[in-house]
């Protein structure tokens, strides 16, 4: 039971030899391999996931950036635009009250001279008026005096 | 009473199973024609079951597989170290005979443990790698330096380790089997029906992946001891 067998331990320390080289060719090996492929897979896709990110972090500040130039520059367009039209309001504004006023000047001015006019037209026609019955009055005057005059010398 | 130690006797046996006929015959026996039918069923199982291994989507068996060889990996590297992913093939191949050895007796086949001579073949092994991996790891002189460490006072000690512990995992793991398949034959010898099918469950299942943890954890131990601050 207890006997020392020389050849059972050196077969028994072969067996160990060939079975751990037969496990590493068919289990370990393999087994291994597809534990360190998936580890490196995940490895990269956690890097590329990382870099992905980062890039997608990028792209949003950029384009805050941009939108936040955009929102600017929109501002100061529509600033300068309400000055522009104001401005243009303004002047428009005036041009019209000065060319209203000239206007009614104009016309007040025509006025006036219309007015004139036909006062001294009236005032014309009334001294012609004037002068035809005075001249009216002188010639039946005169023929009053004739007439006096031959009423007196038949007297006489 | 006589019967019985008779019968025990006859099965405590290890008969040659036959002689091999060079260099005047070499008695090859049973103990290494079943670690053979042993050797031959895994390394068919192995190369079945890591024919189809995919990377991603696991099957069943492959996730058995993985989940040994990573048992085994991790393991090897809490115990040994940065180097213990070079030691977990050998350690992994050492626990799958011990862990089929021992429980070969459900299947009829008697376990290869319970001869002496092939736990002691198991030791040496176990001892040739753990002495030297310091070598292999540390150079000459780091290999020399493991004999007087911690102090060198304690070298005395440490030569006679060499001896005591392949002895001890030895007649550890042979004292275990033995005794669990005596006590068997005896429960089977007065209770012949339902006791020793419950019975079996502890001495034989049991109590022989125990020892095939007990085995492959000391060796793993043993080996990170001589790799310390490698």
Same mark, same amino acid.
């Given at each position: 039971?207890?006997?020392?067998?020389?050849?059972?331990?050196?077969?028994?320390?072969?067996?160990?030899?060939?079975?751990?080289?037969?496990?590493?060719?068919?289990?370990?090996?393999?087994?291994?391999?597809?534990?360190?492929?998936?580890? =490196?897979?995940?490895? #990269?896709?956690?890097? &590329? +996931? *990382?870099?992905?990110? /980062? !890039?997608? @972090?990028?792209?949003?500040? %950029?384009?805050?950036?941009?939108?936040?130039?955009?929102?600017?520059?929109?501002?100061?367009?529509?600033?300068?635009?309400?000055?522009?039209?104001?401005?243009?309001?303004? =002047?428009?504004?005036? #041009?019209?009250?000065? &060319? +209203? *006023?000239?206007?009614? /000047? !104009?016309? @007040?001015?025509?006025?006036? %001279?219309?007015?004139?006019?036909?006062?001294?037209?009236?005032?014309?026609?009334?001294?012609?008026?004037?002068?035809?019955?005075?001249?009216?009055?002188?010639?039946?005057?005169?023929?009053?005096? #004739?007439?006096?005059? &031959?009423?007196?010398?038949?007297?006489? | 009473?006589?019967?019985?130690?008779?019968?025990?006797?006859?099965?405590?046996?290890?008969?040659?199973?036959?002689?091999?006929?060079?260099?005047?015959?070499?008695?090859?026996?049973?103990?290494?024609?079943?670690?053979?039918?042993?050797?031959?069923?895994?390394?068919?199982?192995?190369?079945?079951?890591?024919?189809?291994?995919?990377?991603?989507?696991?099957?069943?068996?492959?996730?058995?597989?993985?989940?040994?060889?990573?048992?085994?990996?991790?393991?090897?590297?809490?115990?040994?170290?940065?180097?213990?992913?070079?030691?977990?093939?050998?350690?992994?191949?050492?626990?799958?005979?011990?862990?089929?050895?021992?429980?070969?007796?459900?299947?009829?086949?008697?376990?290869?443990?319970?001869?002496?001579?092939?736990?002691?073949?198991?030791?040496?092994?176990?001892?040739?790698?753990?002495?030297?991996?310091?070598?292999?790891?540390?150079?000459?002189?780091?290999?020399?330096?493991?004999?007087?460490?911690?102090?060198?006072?304690?070298?005395?000690?440490?030569?006679?380790?060499?001896?005591?512990?392949?002895?001890?995992?030895?007649?550890?793991?042979?004292?275990?089997?033995?005794?669990?398949?005596?006590?068997?034959?005896?429960?089977?010898?007065?209770?012949?029906?339902?006791?020793?099918?419950?019975?079996?469950?502890?001495?034989?299942?049991?109590?022989?992946?125990?020892?095939?943890?007990?085995?492959?954890?000391?060796?793993?131990?043993?080996?990170?001891?001589?790799?310390?601050?490698?």
């Amino acid at each position: 039971m207890l006997e020392i067998d020389p050849y059972t331990i050196v077969f028994t320390i072969i067996n160990l030899l060939v079975l751990y080289f037969l496990m590493r060719k068919f289990l370990f090996g393999p087994v291994n391999a597809i534990l360190n492929g998936r580890a =490196k897979a995940i490895e #990269d896709s956690l890097a &590329q +996931a *990382r870099q992905e990110q /980062e !890039e997608a @972090q990028r792209l949003h500040n %950029q384009y805050q950036a941009q939108l936040e130039q955009s929102k600017e520059e929109a501002g100061q367009i529509i600033a300068q635009a309400r000055a522009q039209s104001s401005e243009l309001y303004q =002047k428009t504004l005036a #041009d019209a009250q000065s &060319q +209203a *006023r000239k206007l009614l /000047e !104009e016309s @007040q001015e025509r006025n006036r %001279q219309d007015r004139e006019n036909m006062l001294r037209s009236v005032r014309q026609e009334v001294a012609d008026l004037a002068v035809a019955a005075a001249e009216k009055v002188a010639t039946s005057s005169n023929q009053a005096i #004739d007439t006096f005059l &031959q009423e007196a010398g038949d007297q006489t | 009473m006589e019967q019985i130690k008779e019968e025990l006797t006859s099965q405590l046996q290890n008969p040659t199973a036959f002689t091999i006929p060079v260099f005047g015959g070499i008695p090859v026996s049973q103990s290494v024609v079943v670690s053979w039918i042993l050797i031959a069923a895994l390394a068919l199982a192995a190369f079945l079951m890591t024919r189809h291994l995919r990377q991603e989507k696991p099957g069943r068996v492959q996730l058995l597989l993985e989940w040994f060889v990573e048992l085994i990996n991790g393991m090897c590297q809490s115990n040994i170290g940065r180097h213990g992913g070079a030691f977990a093939p050998w350690l992994g191949s050492v626990a799958l005979y011990i862990a089929l050895a021992n429980l070969c007796g459900i299947f009829g086949l008697v376990p290869p443990t319970k001869n002496l001579n092939v736990t002691l073949g198991l030791a040496l092994s176990s001892m040739a790698l753990i002495y030297t991996a310091a070598f292999r790891f540390k150079g000459v002189k780091g290999g020399l330096r493991q004999f007087v460490e911690p102090v060198p006072v304690l070298l005395p000690i440490n030569l006679m380790e060499i001896a005591i512990r392949p002895l001890s995992l030895c007649m550890r793991l042979f004292g275990n089997v033995l005794a669990s398949f005596v006590v068997m034959e005896l429960i089977k010898l007065l209770v012949p029906i339902v006791l020793p099918a419950i019975l079996s469950i502890y001495f034989d299942l049991f109590d022989g992946l125990i020892q095939t943890v007990v085995f492959v954890f000391l060796t793993a131990l043993f080996t990170g001891e001589a790799l310390e601050e490698a």
